[in-house]
């Protein structure tokens, strides 16, 4: 066992404790500040859409950098080299398709659902239906995907249980949501980015001056401290399957822009163009952060090796980064080394609490505004019904996720459900939400059929998927990909056609026009409230 | 759930006056001011769509197929092809986005100031009934509706997405 989870498993590392509450306050003043400012069903969703291009795309890259993205990948480089910097640069990429095909329309058609958007030429309640269904999908599995881990990390950085991580970061969770609603949300995500850019960049630079200031000494310091050699920077280590690879590819690359919790973001800001200077933003943090996510996997391999990380306790590589921490602050033990960890402890933790904050808010989005109030009352419902709905909403949300996450316990496969996540949102979401927006032809039956399929296909293929069934000699149907993009991604597209073609129902045609003048120009868009 | 013409149910009613009835939508969206700023969009987008999409899918494909030449020294000791590739998708990307932001504010925004300025003309101005709809309207709530009640304000006629914001450098 290595010095670090034996000081982890030792009690409550006091110095990360404080410098939580230090985060927790702040998140918690911000709420309260925000929660003043919340009258309204749109202060409630959409922060009143008094977001700057500039805060959103703060806010997007806080949203979107989990700490799957911080600690996972910073591992997954640690260990595969290369086939870890396959993920930074699919999740980076992802971004000029919700650029170029999404930002600026959902803000200029939507309001605060992606439902909203279909809804303008679909028929109302089958379109809320089905973009109900894939935003719920997604978000719950991303949510309790995201507890898990946090679980999982608060324990090891921290020294609590388990199950209370989950609870705390429950609890806070949603107070940002039911009492701040989106302006807190989004500040929290603003503060945390902040946070995660500044401590990334000074580890960065820190290990770069370590291997002597050449960020080549950082390759091969790395490389030669792998066990693989060369391969540490080839392709393969992770990935032995092409297609597999190229069916992770697509998934992240596509099903950015289906996630519900982005899409959202893009409500905030109060003009198309702010959305557009929203994603640039983002773009730039996001891919100055993945570029340093190499440092910090490369770092922990040249800087601490292979031996103390390889334990069967952390067999993702989470740690790498916060021992790399612990290593350039002095080493474990010292003053320098436990505050370094109790800082990087205390960014994983804002991170988990500001992407989890912004899936709970798209979730009740989804089940108050589509389900609720577009469904059930028909949208006959109030303003301040549809916020307090929305309130109601979070916390259902919440406490199944909190009560999942609990009771599966450390054992629940995370990965299987971020992949799930990033299925259905490339499958089901991306598709259906892409041709209502381009194609004349689409219409109501279509998009029904293409959400079943995206969804029913990428639970399939990921519940039969090797990684689901560990230990067992793989999947029960002999099905080898891990990730079922490639596959499910057609399908969902075949859906749409599929249910389009059978179907005699033309009137949607007429509509897309104005879907599309909407979208394009912004005629008749929601608009920023002034308080 | 096919029937045609289902009233929208959103929850709330659009913002006051901002929203042309069926005809409208479909005369704005025929307006040479619109059709040029789709044409124009797309003639952009889709290009960049499938440059990005092959440049990334290559990389992709590469990871897969060509593990050996991915891994195989890139002019220096340390780098490789495989990691040039994958920094070459980084600088696409930044490329790509600010493109796109550029010609946005060079193109596409002032098209669509016009475009703007042209509905607000056609929410404006008295509509004969028969020549709204175009083929394929039946029983849109179009032909008589137009926007020729004075008392309904048209459609913006400046560009919404023109105030606010100072921070889009």
């Known amino acids: ?223 030669d401290a792998s066990p693989e050699g060369a391969r540490y920077l080839a392709p393969g280590l992770n990935y032995t399957n092409p297609i597999d690879t190229v069916s992770l590819g697509l998934g992240l690359v596509l099903g950015t822009a289906g996630l519900p919790h982005i899409l959202m973001r893009f409500f905030t800001v109060p003009t198309a163009k702010a959305a557009r200077t929203s994603v640039v933003w983002a773009i730039g943090l996001i891919g100055a952060f993945y570029l340093m996510t190499t440092a910090l996997g490369f770092g922990a391999r040249a800087l601490i090796g292979g031996t103390e990380l390889a334990s069967g306790i952390d067999k993702a590589g989470n740690l790498a980064a916060p021992r790399l921490a612990e290593f350039i602050g002095g080493g474990a033990g010292t003053f320098g080394g436990d505050l370094f960890l109790a800082i990087i402890a205390a960014v994983a933790f804002a991170t988990i609490l500001a992407v989890v904050a912004g899936l709970v808010i798209s979730a009740s989005g989804a ?83 293409g959400v079943a399929f995206g969804v029913i296909s990428a639970i399939l293929l990921i519940v039969i998927s090797p990684g689901v069934w560990p230990g067992s000699g793989g999947s029960p149907l002999g099905w080898d990909l891990k990730n079922p993009g490639i596959v499910s991604i057609p399908l969902g597209f075949f859906g749409c056609w599929l249910g389009t073609v059978l179907s005699s129902d033309s009137s949607t045609q007429d509509k897309f026009d104005e879907l599309r003048v909407r979208a394009e120009t912004g005629l008749g868009a929601e608009e920023a409230v002034s308080h | 759930m096919d029937t045609p013409d289902t009233p929208p149910t959103d929850a709330a009613p659009p913002p006051r006056g901002t929203t042309p009835e069926v005809a409208t939508w479909q005369q704005v969206a025929e307006t040479p001011e619109f059709q040029e700023l789709v044409q124009k969009k797309r003639a952009w987008i889709v290009p960049a769509t499938v440059f990005f999409l092959f440049w990334y899918l290559l990389f992709i494909l590469m990871a897969g197929y060509a593990e050996d030449f991915m891994g195989s020294e890139f002019l220096v000791d340390g780098l490789t092809v495989g990691y040039v590739f994958a920094l070459s998708q980084f600088v696409m990307t930044f490329g790509l986005a600010l493109a796109y932001v550029r010609r946005s504010r060079d193109v596409f925004d002032p098209l669509r100031v016009r475009a703007l300025e042209r509905a607000a003309e056609i929410a404006n101005e008295p509509i004969a009934p028969g020549t709204t709809g175009t083929a394929g309207t039946p029983g849109a709530r179009g032909t008589a509706a137009g926007s020729t009640d004075p008392a309904t304000p048209g459609p913006h006629p400046t560009d919404p997405t023109d105030h606010h914001e100072g921070d889009h450098r």
Request: proline share 1%; no cysteine; hydrophobic share 55%.
């Open chain 1, 367 to 449: 089940m108050a505004h589509d389900v609720w109030n577009g469904i059930v009352k028909r949208g006959t419902a109030t303003d301040k019904e549809e916020m307090w709905a929305g309130r109601v909403a979070a916390l259902i949300v919440g406490v199944i996720a909190i009560v999942v996450a609990v009771i599966g316990g450390e054992g629940l496969n995370v990965s299987f459900m971020v992949g799930l996540a990033f299925a259905v949102a490339a499958s089901a979401n991306f598709p259906a939400l892409l041709l209502a927006l381009t194609w004349r032809r689409f219409n109501t039956t279509g998009a029904l059929t």
């Open chain 1, 1 to 223: 066992m290595s010095p670090f989870l034996a000081q982890a498993s030792d009690g409550v590392n006091g110095l990360a404790v404080g410098i939580f509450a230090l985060v927790v306050g702040i998140t918690l003043a911000i709420t309260f500040w925000a929660s003043k400012k919340t009258t309204s069903s749109t202060d409630f969703f959409t922060a009143g859409r008094g977001i700057t291009g500039r805060q959103n795309g703060f806010a997007i890259a806080g949203d979107y950098m989990s700490a799957a993205s911080f600690l996972g990948i910073a591992g997954l480089i640690y260990y595969f080299g290369f086939d870890g910097f396959l993920y930074s640069v699919g999740f980076l990429v992802a971004f000029l398709t919700v650029l170029f095909l999404l930002a600026e329309r959902m803000r200029n058609a939507g309001k605060f659902t992606i439902a909203d958007v279909l809804s303008h030429r679909l028929n109302a309640r089958p379109a809320r239906a089905a973009a109900a269904v894939g935003t719920l999908t997604v978000a719950a599995f991303y949510l309790i995907a995201q507890m898990v881990g946090a679980g999982v990390l608060i324990q090891a950085l921290m020294g609590i249980s388990f199950q209370l991580s989950v609870v705390l970061t429950g609890i806070f969770m949603l107070s940002y949501v039911i009492f701040g609603g989106m302006l807190a949300t989004t500040w929290v995500q603003i503060v945390k980015a902040v946070m995660l850019m500044t401590a990334t960049t000074i580890l960065t630079i820190l290990v770069l001056i370590k291997v002597g200031g050449n960020p080549l000494n950082l390759f091969t310091q790395a490389r």
